[in-house]
């Protein structure tokens, strides 16, 4: 256990003196896998008790948009924070530990988005394709792409994701109310397709 917990701390190091979003994203996502793999928390690796914090992943112009629910939540599904929402954007809560990684995650899976969909939606525009509805076809493809990817690495790897009590803690004090369903519309298949194709992609070089 030693051996592997050093391993977990040695992932953490370089992922924090990295210069690179996507090496950092990658050592960051290795050690989620160990931790939740060996039923790991954080103060097993660090030896010191962590506290939930807030800390905002969007803020701004299209700050509260569906996509960036809809990402924020399938993270936090899958590194131990729950997404709440302010006036000013979404909000990650969790272990200051959890909380730096899903939001590394987040960041850059959302820049992807954003850079790719339009890639896409020029593509199609250029080709004489229904653009229509494009970009949020796209999206929903992307997000249930990577959705399957970390379910997929869930159950291949035996993954037991268990959110910190002190989170749930940290929630119930502030009273929060349940927000409505979100639902999203899909009206170009090949969007989707590609979208979906794009999320699989995506999760597999995080991985």
Same mark, same amino acid.
């Given at each position: 256990?030693? *051996?592997?917990?050093? *391993?977990?701390?040695?992932?953490?190091?370089?992922? %924090?003196?990295?210069?690179?979003?996507?090496?950092?994203?990658?050592?960051?996502?290795?050690?989620?896998?160990?931790?939740?793999?060996?039923?790991?928390?954080?103060?097993?690796?660090? *030896?010191?008790?962590?506290?939930?914090?807030?800390?905002?992943?969007?803020?701004?112009?299209?700050?509260?948009?569906?996509?960036?629910?809809?990402? @924020?939540?399938?993270?936090?599904?899958?590194?131990?924070?729950?997404?709440?929402?302010?006036?000013?954007? /979404?909000?990650?809560?969790?272990?200051?530990?959890?909380?730096?990684?899903?939001?590394?995650?987040?960041?850059?899976? =959302?820049?992807?988005?954003? %850079?790719?969909?339009?890639?896409?939606?020029?593509?199609?525009?250029? %080709?004489?394709? %229904?653009?229509?509805?494009?970009?949020?076809?796209?999206?929903?493809?992307?997000?249930?792409?990577?959705?399957?990817?970390?379910?997929?690495?869930?159950?291949?790897?035996? /993954?037991?994701?268990?959110?910190?009590? =002190?989170?749930?803690?940290?929630?119930? *004090?502030?009273?929060?109310?349940?927000?409505?369903?979100?639902?999203?519309?899909?009206?170009?298949?090949?969007?989707? @397709?590609?979208? /979906?194709?794009?999320?699989? =992609?995506?999760?597999? =070089?995080?991985?």
């Amino acid at each position: 256990m030693e *051996k592997l917990i050093e *391993k977990i701390s040695k992932l953490m190091e370089k992922a %924090k003196s990295t210069t690179s979003d996507a090496e950092a994203q990658s050592f960051y996502a290795k050690a989620q896998e160990l931790m939740a793999k060996h039923d790991l928390e954080m103060s097993d690796i660090i *030896k010191e008790p962590e506290t939930a914090i807030e800390e905002h992943i969007t803020e701004g112009p299209g700050a509260k948009s569906k996509r960036w629910k809809i990402l @924020a939540s399938v993270i936090g599904k899958n590194f131990k924070v729950r997404p709440i929402m302010d006036h000013r954007g /979404l909000i990650f809560v969790g272990l200051k530990s959890d909380v730096k990684i899903a939001k590394t995650v987040f960041q850059s899976a =959302a820049a992807f988005m954003e %850079k790719r969909r339009w890639q896409e939606y020029n593509k199609a525009y250029a %080709k004489g394709i %229904k653009t229509k509805g494009y970009c949020e076809s796209w999206d929903n493809g992307f997000l249930r792409g990577l959705t399957e990817n970390f379910n997929r690495n869930v159950e291949e790897n035996a /993954l037991i994701i268990v959110e910190p009590e =002190a989170v749930g803690q940290y929630l119930e *004090k502030l009273s929060l109310k349940s927000g409505a369903p979100l639902k999203s519309r899909t009206s170009n298949q090949e969007a989707y @397709a590609n979208g /979906l194709a794009d999320g699989r =992609a995506f999760n597999r =070089a995080i991985e």
